[in-house]
């Protein structure tokens, strides 16, 4: 059976993210980063690894995220369907794969002198999996995490498969199909 585990720090920074509080914007061009992914939750047989290039050529603005804001008040269908909407800001690719396009990303300043960095995108999905409406169709976004120290290196994670939810409260609640997020190690800014 596979787990589903709610990520709450997840959730506070993500909601931190999408919140009406000013994050930094991007100066210059576009910024590549590259990790070493390491998946060992349950949904992966074994322990698989590989790299990633995540590469993100503008910031979303203030107003891109008060239209997912508004589209997540609607349910979690509305809001992906409005993110898949949201032009390219960016893309993910591993080896052998094509590339994958970030549909929104942000970035903090942390109190070290470093940063974070959120990027939300819609989860590829096959398919075998549109026909067939498994339990992991209902978790359609693939968020990451990336914390930056000010020499550009750090750490991060990735949650492939992720439901979006907005309570009653006004709390934003994601939750990971698998187990535990995918870990990004050796994260460094090359460009």
């Given at each position: 059976?596979?787990?589903?585990?709610?990520?709450?720090?997840w959730?506070?920074?993500f909601?931190?993210a999408?919140?009406g509080?000013a994050?930094?914007?991007?100066?210059g061009?576009?910024?590549?980063?590259?990790?070493?992914a390491v998946?060992i939750?349950n949904?992966a047989?074994?322990s698989?690894?590989?790299?990633?290039?995540?590469?993100?050529?503008?910031y979303s603005?203030?107003a891109d995220?008060?239209?997912?804001?508004?589209a997540l008040?609607?349910?979690?269908?509305a809001?992906?369907?409005?993110?898949?909407?949201m032009?390219?800001?960016?893309?993910?690719?591993?080896p052998?794969s094509l590339?994958?396009?970030?549909?929104?990303?942000?970035q903090r300043?942390?109190p070290?002198?470093g940063?974070?960095?959120?990027?939300?995108?819609?989860?590829r999905?096959g398919?075998w999996?549109a026909?067939?409406?498994?339990?992991?169709?209902?978790?359609?976004f693939?968020?990451l995490?990336?914390?930056?120290?000010?020499d550009?290196?750090g750490?991060?994670k990735?949650s492939?498969?992720t439901?979006i939810?907005k309570?009653v409260d006004g709390?934003i609640?994601?939750?990971?199909?698998?187990?535990?997020?995918?870990r990004?190690?050796?994260?460094?800014?090359?460009?």
């Amino acid at each position: 059976m596979r787990g589903r585990v709610m990520l709450a720090s997840w959730a506070a920074a993500f909601a931190f993210a999408l919140s009406g509080v000013a994050i930094q914007a991007q100066n210059g061009g576009p910024e590549h980063f590259t990790a070493f992914a390491v998946d060992i939750s349950n949904t992966a047989p074994g322990s698989n690894t590989t790299t990633v290039d995540i590469v993100i050529n503008r910031y979303s603005s203030d107003a891109d995220r008060d239209r997912l804001l508004a589209a997540l008040d609607k349910g979690q269908e509305a809001l992906l369907s409005e993110l898949q909407k949201m032009p390219a800001v960016g893309y993910i690719t591993t080896p052998g794969s094509l590339r994958y396009d970030i549909h929104f990303a942000r970035q903090r300043p942390s109190p070290e002198g470093g940063r974070n960095v959120y990027v939300m995108t819609d989860r590829r999905i096959g398919m075998w999996e549109a026909s067939n409406r498994p339990r992991s169709f209902d978790y359609p976004f693939t968020l990451l995490q990336l914390q930056i120290d000010k020499d550009g290196n750090g750490v991060g994670k990735a949650s492939i498969a992720t439901k979006i939810t907005k309570a009653v409260d006004g709390t934003i609640e994601l939750e990971n199909f698998s187990d535990q997020p995918v870990r990004l190690t050796q994260v460094k800014k090359v460009g």
